[in-house]
């Protein structure tokens, strides 16, 4: 395990900061285009970080994809979801026929799906699954650990070796999903164990639950679990390994491998922001190469915002998953670009720059 252990590691410590020189730069390009300075808000900070992490002012960002990981979890048995466990499967397969939500807004933008079973149950016969199954579904949590150390490190090596693969292919830009039934449970789990937070604190309904005896019983669950586990919040592997999943684990790798690799990283919602919570113990330079998608509605998502400086940019009252913010986050990068690559300065239009110098110093 020491070599696993290593191997991940070298990974996550070779995270070097974005390009801060590059972002002044742009900042300063910035103030020259035909507009009010700072007047189209967000677009301009993801403007900054894009050219951060590509190093160039003016950059296309061509093909992009979601990564999604799914696996089962084995807390299902205690009653925490109001879906069956057989649907991990079933949407996992769907997935690839673009017939779920992720795929349907997918076929919108147009962006790519790889599609990973990395914990599920039941055999995948689908080609166009790639099988990476470590666990035939991860342990009861409310009885002892989720998974073992190894297990746990093996998982994010899988999500680094899924950015390298996608890279390859040539991804530029890369957006993280999950299935997996249970796994709001895992994850307000990890968040709470990360933390130090109280679980009464964090825990909703997830999808579809909408008894309040059952969300009851799923806070009682999740908080025998980590009394049972007792995780240590100072090693974040050891908290995924005890009282999150496989899936979570290979999207704490995507996130390490998209800084490694310099690659800009999409969080979508509740399970993959819960990921990056954990990434992002690991190495907050993490934070350099990762734009938010939108808020969700479990309530341990204020614990990640809070502990890691998180910014939605958008609020649609989602609670999905699987990706499904990433398409119109993608449109939202290809807007943030566009107007460095193709907005006119005030010498192109041979415009005055009066106004400006005026309120250049001025805080919007």
Do not use: W
Not at 112 to 127: A, M, S
């Amino acid at each position: 395990m020491k070599n696993l252990k290593e191997e991940l590691f070298a990974y996550v410590d070779g995270i070097s900061p974005a390009n801060s020189e590059v972002i002044e730069q742009t900042k300063g390009y910035a103030l020259n285009l035909l507009k009010i300075p700072g007047s189209l808000g967000r677009l301009e900070d993801i403007s900054y970080k894009l050219a951060g992490i590509s190093g160039e002012i003016k950059k296309e960002f061509g093909k992009k994809c979601i990564i999604i990981m799914s696996s089962d979890n084995g807390i299902v048995d205690q009653g925490v979801s109001s879906a069956p466990q057989s649907i991990t499967k079933t949407l996992t397969e769907v997935f690839t026929r673009f017939g779920t939500g992720v795929g349907a807004i997918s076929k919108t933008y147009g962006n790519d799906l790889f599609v990973y079973n990395i914990g599920i149950k039941p055999d995948i016969d689908d080609p166009k699954v790639i099988n990476v199954n470590l666990m035939r579904g991860t342990n009861d949590f409310s009885l002892g650990a989720a998974m073992d150390y190894e297990t746990a490190i093996k998982g994010m090596l899988i999500g680094i070796k899924a950015v390298k693969d996608a890279i390859d292919a040539g991804y530029e830009v890369i957006g993280t999903g999950e299935m997996g039934i249970g796994n709001t449970s895992t994850s307000t789990a990890v968040i709470c164990s990360l933390a130090g937070e109280n679980v009464d604190n964090a825990v909703g309904k997830g999808t579809g639950m909408t008894d309040d005896t059952a969300l009851i019983h799923k806070i009682k669950v999740i908080q025998r679990g980590i009394d049972v586990n007792r995780p240590d919040k100072n090693d974040p592997i050891d908290v995924v390994a005890k009282v999150g999943g496989l899936d979570i684990a290979g999207l704490v790798g995507i996130y390490i491998g998209c800084a490694y690799y310099k690659v800009p990283v999409v969080i979508d919602g509740y399970i993959s922001s819960a990921a990056y919570y954990a990434a992002y113990s690991m190495n907050p330079l993490v934070a350099d190469y990762a734009i938010e998608s939108h808020k969700t509605e479990e309530p341990g998502y204020a614990i990640i915002a809070k502990n890691t400086g998180l910014k939605p940019m958008f609020d649609m009252n989602m609670r999905l998953g699987e990706g499904s913010g990433c398409p119109f986050t993608f449109f939202a990068i290809d807007c943030a670009q566009s107007v460095l690559n193709n907005m006119f300065t005030f010498e192109m239009a041979e415009a005055s720059t009066e106004y400006t110098d005026k309120v250049a110093d001025l805080k919007f």
